[in-house]
T-cell receptor, first 111, second 112 residues
Framework: QKEVEQNSGPLSVPEGAIASLNCTYS??????FFWYRQYSGKSPELIMF????GDKEDGRFTAQLNKASQYVSLLIRDSQPSDSATYLC???????????FGRGTSLIVHP | GAVVSQHPSWVICKSGTSVKIECRSL??????MFWYRQFPKQSLMLMAT?????????EQGVEKDKFLINHASLTLSTLTVTSAHPEDSSFYIC????????FGPGTRLTVT
């Protein structure tokens, strides 16, 4: 089992819809969870991080963490074509500040 | 957020030559920097952790004699790909940690 798993997609949603991106992780001791956005040919940029169970909202983005289910998700409300990118989930193991990345989910927002 | 730069942004070299990539933290001091490699449609793979003033820590399977890392100051780490071969062609990304991890813009290496 991979440490951090994501569906590679592509996930295609219409403009204005909610995009839901999911990530599961294998290490129960994981403590920090990150979502990065990566445009083609560019390096990742941090969108959100979450440490505690529940939801964390920042503008159009909501991160959801369920440690019991070892599941973290990212919701993007009112999706825009400019949101089209690959979204990487990253997880820090307990006691480590080095994240392990998933393969990423490709999101396509079509007009 | 903090800014991390990389130079060059892209490089083409011939097989057998060496290439040096620089990573700089522009507005903060980074005792630790990280080097990643990303192949097309793959995830970021950590190659090594670069520690200022000491030897880098390489991930399993990464040849330390091929990928030379030097972290001579708190704002600069370099990765030298020695005797590069076409299979080394990839997107190399560095990051530096302040309170969070910030990525450089990446270096596209093509070995012909």
């Amino acid at each position: 089992q991979k440490e951090v798993e994501q569906n590679s997609g592509p996930l295609s949603v219409p403009e204005g819809a909610i995009a839901s991106l999911n990530c599961t992780y294998s290490d129960r001791g994981s403590q920090s969870f990150f979502w990065y956005r990566q445009y083609s040919g560019k390096s990742p940029e941090l969108i959100m991080f979450i440490y505690s169970n529940g939801d964390k909202e920042d503008g159009r983005f909501t991160a959801q963490l369920n440690k019991a289910s070892q599941y973290v998700s990212l919701l993007i409300r009112d999706s825009q074509p400019s949101d089209s990118a690959t979204y990487l989930c990253a997880v820090n193991r307990g006691g480590s500040y080095i994240p392990t990345f998933g393969r990423g989910t490709s999101l396509i927002v079509h007009p | 957020g903090a800014v991390v730069s990389q130079h060059p942004s892209w490089v083409i070299c011939k097989s057998g030559t060496s290439v040096k990539i620089e990573c700089r933290s522009l507005d903060f001091q980074a005792t630790t920097m990280f080097w990643y490699r990303q192949f097309p449609k793959q995830s970021l793979m950590l190659m090594a952790t670069s520690n200022e003033g000491s030897k880098a820590t390489y991930e399993q399977g990464v040849e330390k004699d091929k990928f030379l890392i030097n972290h001579a100051s708190l704002t600069l780490s370099t990765l030298t790909v020695t005797s590069a071969h076409p299979e080394d062609s990839s997107f190399y990304i560095c990051s530096a940690r302040d309170n969070e991890q910030y990525f450089g813009p990446g270096t596209r290496l093509t070995v012909t």
